[in-house]
Protein backbone atom coordinates (compact mmCIF):
# COMPACT_ATOMS: atom_id res chain seq x y z
CA UNK A 1 0.00 0.00 0.00
CA UNK A 2 1.87 3.33 -0.97
CA UNK A 3 2.28 6.14 1.56
CA UNK A 4 -0.27 8.58 0.30
CA UNK A 5 -3.16 6.06 0.88
CA UNK A 6 -1.77 4.87 4.50
CA UNK A 7 -1.80 9.04 5.39
CA UNK A 8 -5.40 9.61 3.89
CA UNK A 9 -6.69 6.97 5.93
CA UNK A 10 -4.53 8.25 8.94
CA UNK A 11 -5.90 11.54 8.45
CA UNK A 12 -9.75 9.90 8.14
CA UNK A 13 -9.50 7.82 10.99
CA UNK A 14 -8.17 10.70 13.10
CA UNK A 15 -11.13 12.80 11.71
CA UNK A 16 -13.81 10.21 12.65
CA UNK A 17 -12.35 10.01 16.44
CA UNK A 18 -12.48 13.75 16.56
CA UNK A 19 -16.41 13.67 15.00
CA UNK A 20 -16.87 11.06 17.83
CA UNK A 21 -15.46 13.06 20.62
CA UNK A 22 -17.35 16.31 19.00
CA UNK A 23 -20.16 14.21 18.81
CA UNK A 24 -20.30 13.30 22.33
CA UNK A 25 -18.80 16.50 23.80
CA UNK A 26 -22.39 17.99 22.02
CA UNK A 27 -24.09 15.68 24.16
CA UNK A 28 -23.01 17.25 27.50
CA UNK A 29 -22.22 21.00 26.63
CA UNK A 30 -24.76 23.19 27.14
CA UNK A 31 -23.16 25.75 24.81
CA UNK A 32 -22.47 22.77 22.43
CA UNK A 33 -26.03 23.72 20.17
CA UNK A 34 -24.51 27.11 18.55
CA UNK A 35 -21.73 24.82 16.77
CA UNK A 36 -23.62 22.08 15.52
CA UNK A 37 -25.34 22.11 12.23
CA UNK A 38 -28.47 22.92 11.78
CA UNK A 39 -30.71 20.22 11.16
CA UNK A 40 -31.97 19.04 7.74
CA UNK A 41 -28.92 19.63 5.91
CA UNK A 42 -28.94 18.98 2.36
CA UNK A 43 -27.43 16.25 1.80
CA UNK A 44 -29.47 15.32 -2.01
CA UNK A 45 -26.40 15.87 -4.35
CA UNK A 46 -28.21 17.51 -7.29
CA UNK A 47 -29.23 19.60 -5.00
CA UNK A 48 -26.00 20.60 -3.87
CA UNK A 49 -24.91 21.33 -7.26
CA UNK A 50 -28.07 23.62 -7.95
CA UNK A 51 -27.05 25.05 -4.69
CA UNK A 52 -23.48 25.75 -5.74
CA UNK A 53 -24.04 27.55 -9.22
CA UNK A 54 -22.33 31.24 -9.19
CA UNK A 55 -25.96 33.30 -9.45
CA UNK A 56 -26.82 36.25 -8.98
CA UNK A 57 -30.95 36.04 -9.78
CA UNK A 58 -32.37 36.18 -6.49
CA UNK A 59 -35.66 35.29 -8.33
CA UNK A 60 -35.26 31.84 -9.79
CA UNK A 61 -33.01 30.88 -6.66
CA UNK A 62 -36.26 31.96 -4.22
CA UNK A 63 -38.41 29.35 -6.38
CA UNK A 64 -35.59 26.72 -6.22
CA UNK A 65 -35.76 26.79 -2.10
CA UNK A 66 -39.01 26.66 -1.94
CA UNK A 67 -39.23 23.30 -3.83
CA UNK A 68 -35.83 21.82 -1.88
CA UNK A 69 -37.95 23.58 1.61
CA UNK A 70 -40.02 20.71 0.79
CA UNK A 71 -38.08 17.73 1.54
CA UNK A 72 -38.14 18.39 5.64
CA UNK A 73 -41.65 19.31 5.91
CA UNK A 74 -42.11 15.62 3.43
CA UNK A 75 -40.41 13.83 6.13
CA UNK A 76 -42.91 14.96 8.66
CA UNK A 77 -45.47 14.71 6.67
CA UNK A 78 -46.50 18.30 6.39
CA UNK A 79 -48.38 18.97 4.11
CA UNK A 80 -50.16 22.19 4.78
CA UNK A 81 -46.72 24.28 5.14
CA UNK A 82 -45.99 22.19 1.58
CA UNK A 83 -48.80 23.52 0.02
CA UNK A 84 -47.93 27.34 1.59
CA UNK A 85 -44.46 26.93 -0.05
CA UNK A 86 -46.01 25.73 -3.26
CA UNK A 87 -47.99 28.35 -3.78
CA UNK A 88 -45.32 31.18 -2.72
CA UNK A 89 -43.23 29.24 -5.65
CA UNK A 90 -46.36 29.84 -7.79
CA UNK A 91 -47.28 33.16 -7.48
CA UNK A 92 -42.85 33.95 -7.33
CA UNK A 93 -42.36 32.53 -10.68
CA UNK A 94 -45.78 33.72 -12.31
CA UNK A 95 -44.85 37.55 -10.81
CA UNK A 96 -40.81 37.45 -11.42
CA UNK A 97 -41.20 35.51 -15.13
CA UNK A 98 -39.50 38.54 -17.11
CA UNK A 99 -37.35 39.04 -14.30
CA UNK A 100 -35.72 35.42 -14.53
CA UNK A 101 -35.63 35.71 -18.26
CA UNK A 102 -33.89 39.02 -17.92
CA UNK A 103 -30.25 37.34 -16.88
CA UNK A 104 -30.75 34.43 -19.93
CA UNK A 105 -28.60 35.35 -22.95
CA UNK A 106 -30.52 35.88 -25.84
CA UNK A 107 -29.33 32.64 -27.56
CA UNK A 108 -30.62 30.49 -24.42
CA UNK A 109 -34.37 32.27 -24.38
CA UNK A 110 -36.23 29.70 -26.05
CA UNK A 111 -34.79 27.06 -24.38
CA UNK A 112 -35.54 29.21 -21.22
CA UNK A 113 -39.35 29.99 -21.75
CA UNK A 114 -40.17 26.55 -22.22
CA UNK A 115 -37.89 25.17 -19.04
CA UNK A 116 -40.11 28.03 -17.12
CA UNK A 117 -43.54 26.28 -18.78
CA UNK A 118 -42.60 23.03 -18.01
CA UNK A 119 -41.38 24.34 -14.21
CA UNK A 120 -45.02 25.80 -14.08
CA UNK A 121 -47.00 22.97 -14.95
CA UNK A 122 -45.01 21.07 -12.58
CA UNK A 123 -45.53 23.04 -9.51
CA UNK A 124 -49.16 22.82 -10.89
CA UNK A 125 -48.99 19.18 -10.61
CA UNK A 126 -47.19 18.90 -7.30
CA UNK A 127 -50.01 21.63 -6.00
CA UNK A 128 -52.28 18.57 -6.64
CA UNK A 129 -50.35 15.74 -5.28
CA UNK A 130 -50.00 17.82 -2.22
CA UNK A 131 -53.67 17.75 -1.67
CA UNK A 132 -53.79 13.78 -1.77
CA UNK A 133 -51.15 13.68 0.79
CA UNK A 134 -49.40 10.68 -0.82
CA UNK A 135 -44.85 11.29 -0.60
CA UNK A 136 -43.26 8.67 -3.62
CA UNK A 137 -46.10 10.31 -6.21
CA UNK A 138 -45.16 13.66 -4.82
CA UNK A 139 -41.03 12.93 -4.93
CA UNK A 140 -41.33 11.22 -8.30
CA UNK A 141 -43.42 14.54 -9.90
CA UNK A 142 -41.24 17.11 -8.03
CA UNK A 143 -37.12 15.59 -9.15
CA UNK A 144 -37.86 16.75 -12.81
CA UNK A 145 -39.15 19.99 -12.03
CA UNK A 146 -36.11 20.40 -9.97
CA UNK A 147 -34.04 19.33 -12.59
CA UNK A 148 -36.19 21.57 -15.25
CA UNK A 149 -34.95 24.42 -12.33
CA UNK A 150 -31.70 23.06 -12.40
CA UNK A 151 -31.22 23.44 -15.91
CA UNK A 152 -32.71 27.25 -16.34
CA UNK A 153 -30.03 28.16 -13.54
CA UNK A 154 -27.36 26.79 -15.82
CA UNK A 155 -28.66 28.77 -18.65
CA UNK A 156 -28.00 32.09 -16.50
CA UNK A 157 -24.41 31.27 -16.09
CA UNK A 158 -22.52 33.77 -18.12
CA UNK A 159 -19.07 33.35 -18.92
CA UNK A 160 -16.65 32.36 -16.04
CA UNK A 161 -16.86 33.65 -12.74
CA UNK A 162 -13.56 34.25 -12.18
CA UNK A 163 -9.87 33.33 -13.21
CA UNK A 164 -7.70 30.72 -12.16
CA UNK A 165 -4.46 31.74 -10.47
CA UNK A 166 -1.19 32.02 -13.21
CA UNK A 167 0.84 29.66 -11.26
CA UNK A 168 -1.69 27.17 -12.12
CA UNK A 169 -2.24 27.61 -15.92
CA UNK A 170 -0.33 24.67 -16.68
CA UNK A 171 -2.85 22.33 -15.18
CA UNK A 172 -5.85 21.44 -16.98
CA UNK A 173 -8.83 23.62 -15.98
CA UNK A 174 -12.94 22.58 -16.08
CA UNK A 175 -14.20 25.66 -16.93
CA UNK A 176 -17.96 24.77 -15.74
CA UNK A 177 -19.35 21.47 -15.38
CA UNK A 178 -19.17 17.28 -17.25
CA UNK A 179 -20.82 14.54 -16.75
CA UNK A 180 -19.21 11.64 -15.94
CA UNK A 181 -19.85 7.78 -16.57
CA UNK A 182 -18.23 5.24 -13.99
CA UNK A 183 -18.75 1.26 -14.89
CA UNK A 184 -17.08 -0.89 -12.59
CA UNK A 185 -17.07 -4.49 -11.98
CA UNK A 186 -20.32 -4.02 -9.92
CA UNK A 187 -22.09 -1.88 -12.22
CA UNK A 188 -22.00 2.02 -13.70
CA UNK A 189 -22.01 4.54 -11.32
CA UNK A 190 -22.76 8.47 -13.08
CA UNK A 191 -21.18 11.38 -11.46
CA UNK A 192 -21.41 15.52 -11.88
CA UNK A 193 -18.24 17.57 -11.78
CA UNK A 194 -18.03 20.86 -10.73
CA UNK A 195 -15.74 23.00 -12.33
CA UNK A 196 -17.67 26.48 -11.32
CA UNK A 197 -16.06 25.68 -7.60
CA UNK A 198 -13.37 23.37 -7.94
CA UNK A 199 -11.96 24.17 -11.56
CA UNK A 200 -7.97 22.59 -11.57
CA UNK A 201 -9.47 20.17 -9.22
CA UNK A 202 -12.52 19.00 -11.67
CA UNK A 203 -9.92 19.71 -14.58
CA UNK A 204 -7.39 17.21 -13.40
CA UNK A 205 -9.69 14.57 -13.27
CA UNK A 206 -11.52 14.90 -16.15
CA UNK A 207 -7.62 15.08 -17.84
CA UNK A 208 -6.86 11.77 -16.40
CA UNK A 209 -10.73 10.05 -17.18
CA UNK A 210 -9.89 11.36 -21.33
CA UNK A 211 -6.56 9.77 -21.15
CA UNK A 212 -8.02 6.60 -20.24
CA UNK A 213 -6.00 6.28 -16.86
CA UNK A 214 -8.52 5.43 -14.56
CA UNK A 215 -9.34 2.58 -16.36
CA UNK A 216 -8.81 -0.96 -14.98
CA UNK A 217 -7.43 0.06 -11.79
CA UNK A 218 -8.78 -1.19 -8.34
CA UNK A 219 -10.76 0.33 -5.42
CA UNK A 220 -9.40 0.26 -2.13
CA UNK A 221 -11.63 0.50 0.79
CA UNK A 222 -10.01 1.90 3.87
CA UNK A 223 -10.29 0.34 7.46
CA UNK A 224 -12.53 3.17 8.99
CA UNK A 225 -15.12 1.82 5.93
CA UNK A 226 -16.58 5.85 5.11
CA UNK A 227 -14.53 6.18 1.91
CA UNK A 228 -13.79 3.81 -0.72
CA UNK A 229 -10.83 5.19 -2.80
CA UNK A 230 -8.92 4.48 -6.28
CA UNK A 231 -6.62 6.04 -8.63
CA UNK A 232 -3.76 4.72 -7.75
CA UNK A 233 -1.59 3.15 -10.87
CA UNK A 234 0.62 0.67 -8.59
CA UNK A 235 3.60 1.86 -10.03
CA UNK A 236 6.74 3.61 -8.45
CA UNK A 237 5.07 6.90 -8.07
CA UNK A 238 1.59 7.65 -6.31
CA UNK A 239 -0.18 9.19 -8.98
CA UNK A 240 -0.26 10.50 -13.09
CA UNK A 241 3.02 10.91 -14.12
CA UNK A 242 4.10 13.12 -16.95
CA UNK A 243 7.28 14.00 -18.55
CA UNK A 244 8.44 11.97 -15.80
CA UNK A 245 7.22 13.64 -13.19
CA UNK A 246 4.72 12.99 -11.03
CA UNK A 247 1.65 15.95 -11.43
CA UNK A 248 0.34 17.60 -8.53
CA UNK A 249 -2.43 19.98 -8.18
CA UNK A 250 -2.74 22.53 -5.06
CA UNK A 251 -5.71 22.13 -2.38
CA UNK A 252 -8.67 23.71 -3.88
CA UNK A 253 -11.86 25.10 -1.49
CA UNK A 254 -14.53 27.65 -2.59
CA UNK A 255 -16.09 28.85 0.49
CA UNK A 256 -19.66 30.55 0.85
CA UNK A 257 -19.06 34.20 -0.12
CA UNK A 258 -16.22 34.18 -1.44
CA UNK A 259 -15.56 34.85 -5.00
CA UNK A 260 -12.74 32.60 -5.96
CA UNK A 261 -11.36 29.34 -4.20
CA UNK A 262 -8.58 29.55 -1.18
CA UNK A 263 -5.56 27.47 -2.86
CA UNK A 264 -2.70 25.67 -1.25
CA UNK A 265 -4.14 26.47 2.42
CA UNK A 266 -7.24 24.31 4.57
CA UNK A 267 -9.31 26.58 5.98
CA UNK A 268 -8.23 25.51 9.70
CA UNK A 269 -4.44 26.61 8.53
CA UNK A 270 -6.19 30.55 7.68
CA UNK A 271 -8.09 30.21 10.68
CA UNK A 272 -11.44 30.35 9.22
CA UNK A 273 -12.59 26.52 10.26
CA UNK A 274 -15.49 25.47 10.14
CA UNK A 275 -16.18 27.66 7.37
CA UNK A 276 -18.35 26.19 4.87
CA UNK A 277 -17.38 25.10 1.60
CA UNK A 278 -19.92 25.64 -1.41
CA UNK A 279 -19.16 21.90 -1.96
CA UNK A 280 -19.38 20.40 1.24
CA UNK A 281 -18.91 16.88 2.36
CA UNK A 282 -22.45 16.14 3.20
CA UNK A 283 -23.89 13.41 0.53
CA UNK A 284 -23.28 9.90 -0.38
CA UNK A 285 -20.94 9.63 -3.05
CA UNK A 286 -19.12 13.27 -2.49
CA UNK A 287 -15.86 13.30 -4.59
CA UNK A 288 -12.43 14.15 -3.37
CA UNK A 289 -8.98 14.31 -3.80
CA UNK A 290 -6.84 12.45 -1.61
CA UNK A 291 -3.71 13.67 0.11
CA UNK A 292 -1.75 13.14 2.71
CA UNK A 293 -2.65 15.18 5.88
CA UNK A 294 0.58 17.20 5.65
CA UNK A 295 0.64 17.31 2.37
CA UNK A 296 -2.12 19.30 0.82
CA UNK A 297 -1.16 19.77 -1.77
CA UNK A 298 0.17 17.12 -3.04
CA UNK A 299 -3.14 15.27 -4.97
CA UNK A 300 -2.53 13.84 -8.08
CA UNK A 301 -4.87 10.98 -9.05
CA UNK A 302 -6.06 9.21 -6.68
CA UNK A 303 -9.30 10.17 -4.81
CA UNK A 304 -12.12 9.29 -3.12
CA UNK A 305 -15.82 8.62 -2.07
CA UNK A 306 -17.93 9.56 0.80
CA UNK A 307 -19.93 6.91 2.39
CA UNK A 308 -21.80 9.58 4.19
CA UNK A 309 -23.75 9.00 7.35
CA UNK A 310 -24.78 11.76 9.23
CA UNK A 311 -23.55 10.15 13.09
CA UNK A 312 -20.00 9.88 11.97
CA UNK A 313 -19.55 12.74 8.86
CA UNK A 314 -21.99 15.17 10.24
CA UNK A 315 -22.58 18.17 7.68
CA UNK A 316 -21.04 21.26 9.01
CA UNK A 317 -19.19 19.66 11.66
CA UNK A 318 -16.50 16.80 10.50
CA UNK A 319 -12.84 16.94 9.83
CA UNK A 320 -12.77 17.10 5.90
CA UNK A 321 -15.00 19.79 4.90
CA UNK A 322 -12.20 22.61 4.15
CA UNK A 323 -9.10 20.05 4.21
CA UNK A 324 -10.30 17.83 0.96
CA UNK A 325 -10.83 19.27 -2.25
CA UNK A 326 -14.10 18.22 -3.35
CA UNK A 327 -14.70 18.18 -7.16
CA UNK A 328 -18.13 16.61 -7.90
CA UNK A 329 -20.87 14.14 -6.84
CA UNK A 330 -22.14 10.70 -7.22
CA UNK A 331 -25.20 11.37 -8.88
CA UNK A 332 -26.95 7.80 -10.19
CA UNK A 333 -25.32 4.43 -9.08
CA UNK A 334 -25.31 4.90 -4.97
CA UNK A 335 -26.32 1.28 -4.56
CA UNK A 336 -23.41 0.76 -6.64
CA UNK A 337 -21.33 2.34 -4.52
CA UNK A 338 -22.34 0.49 -1.31
CA UNK A 339 -21.46 -2.53 -2.84
CA UNK A 340 -18.00 -1.99 -4.14
CA UNK A 341 -14.85 -4.00 -2.47
CA UNK A 342 -10.79 -3.62 -2.50
CA UNK A 343 -12.16 -7.04 -5.02
CA UNK A 344 -13.70 -4.99 -7.51
CA UNK A 345 -12.25 -2.11 -10.32
CA UNK A 346 -12.85 0.28 -12.47
CA UNK A 347 -13.26 -1.04 -15.92
CA UNK A 348 -13.71 2.32 -17.71
CA UNK A 349 -14.38 6.02 -17.14
CA UNK A 350 -15.55 7.90 -20.11
CA UNK A 351 -16.84 11.70 -20.42
CA UNK A 352 -20.16 11.52 -21.42
CA UNK A 353 -21.00 15.50 -21.27
CA UNK A 354 -19.46 18.36 -20.70
CA UNK A 355 -15.53 17.66 -22.10
CA UNK A 356 -15.66 20.90 -24.08
CA UNK A 357 -15.79 22.94 -21.11
CA UNK A 358 -12.05 21.05 -20.37
CA UNK A 359 -9.00 23.82 -20.89
Not at 212 to 235: A, C, E, K, M, N
Not at 300 to 327: H, I, K, M, W
Request: hydrophobic content about 40%; glycine content about 8%; charged content about 20%.
Amino acid sequence: MHMLHQRLRQALTFGLGLVLSFSLWAAVSPTANAALPPGNAVNDPRALLRLSLPLENQDIRKIQLYLEGTSPQLRGKRWAEISKDLSKASSALAVRKAGILDDVPAARQETAVALLDEISAGISELRILAEQQEPQPFKDARAPVLRAVGNLEELMVQGYPFEVPAKYSNLPQLKGRATVVIDTTKGPMTAILDGYNAPVTAGNFVDLVKRGFYDGLPFTRTDSSFVIQTGDPDGPEDGFVKNGETRTIPLEVMVEGDAEPIYEFTTEELGIYPAKPTLPFSSYGTMAMATAPDEPNGASSQFFFLLFEADLTPAGANLLDGRYAVFGYLVEGQDVLGELTKDDKIKSAKVIEGLENLV
